[in-house]
């Protein structure tokens, strides 16, 4: 007899990588799970139910949640049926820019976003998965999760307060038979960057020095356009790593799904220290620009692939 579906809860569903997610998993052709996509603006819900198709009202339903407000978060559990078996943690924003030009309320929405609302998320479903002693709770974190990007400070910031929280939560729910996997994608093509870009030319950054402000718009903004094209994934290549992760029988604490990107996450591997990374950042950003070209397009063709796998399997 087929197992019954799995109910899976996912935050941030109006686009990207939270949208695909939600159309793939609702049109698994075993029909294995039961998909609640949530989204803050019920507004925006118009892609995301052309997308899902039959599947809609069957297999997804879709549901209002700020990750942001308590009341929501509370109100969309209490309108579930049944118990959410998975957690997927998708909802963020990023933050770019010379840190002197941001204002300090920028970056707590960063924090009250990223972190705190995966915090609330998870803490209003724990005392159910832990009674019933069985969850999965997934978190799309990100490559700056394990290390910083120059002029991503307090985005960088936010997802290695995720990972850091995570993985001592990860110790005390393996007693209660509850996984936690975080997905550290790479740069993906979805409306991420664009409102970045957009973030970016509405910004003035006060206060910046002319210097720094030549910085980050010559040389970073051109160059992290060049990864976004080098490197940069589909949502779709993300989500089949999310969808492995959840069907695993013994899910990983941590995954990479993107394995041209690796030889950068290396650096900082190898090399405990974080010197090799700072340093070789440094300098193919303000130094070897023209370094910097030949070797995006060394991680585009696959030639500096690494051969070390992340996927390891929990503990
Ligand atoms: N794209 C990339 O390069 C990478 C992205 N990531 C991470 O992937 C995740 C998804 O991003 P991605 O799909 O790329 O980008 P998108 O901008 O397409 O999606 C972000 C989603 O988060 C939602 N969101 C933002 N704030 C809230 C909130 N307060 N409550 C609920 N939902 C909210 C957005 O909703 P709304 O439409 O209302 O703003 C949107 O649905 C993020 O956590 C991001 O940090 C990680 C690595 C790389
Ligand atoms: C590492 C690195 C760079 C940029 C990396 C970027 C821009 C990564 C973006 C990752 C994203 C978008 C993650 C989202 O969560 C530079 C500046 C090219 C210099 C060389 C080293």
Redesign the pocket.
Known sequence: MAAAPRTVLI?????????ELAVQLARDPRQRYKVVA????LG?KGPLEAAAGEALGQTLTVAQ?????DESVAQCLSSIQGEVDVLV??????LVGPLEGISTAAMQNVF???FF?TVRLVKAVLPAMKRRRQGHIVV?????GLQGVVFNDI?AAS?FALEGFFESLAIQLLQFNIFISLV??????????G?LLAQVSAAEFPGTDPETLCYFRDLYLPASRDL?RSV?QS?QD?VQAIVKVINSSRPPLRRQPNVRYSPLTMLKAVHPSGRLYVLSSHRLLFRWPRLLNLGLRCLACGCLRSQVSPDSPHP
């Open positions: 935050s941030g569903c109006s686009s990207g990588i939270g949208l949530t989204m803050r603006d925006k949640l700020d990750v942001c407000s943690n998708n909802a963020g924003v990023g009250d976003t990223n609302g799309v974190s990100s490559v700056m985005y997802k550290e994608p790479g740069p993906v093509i979805t409306e991420f960057e409102k976004f940069g949502p993300v």
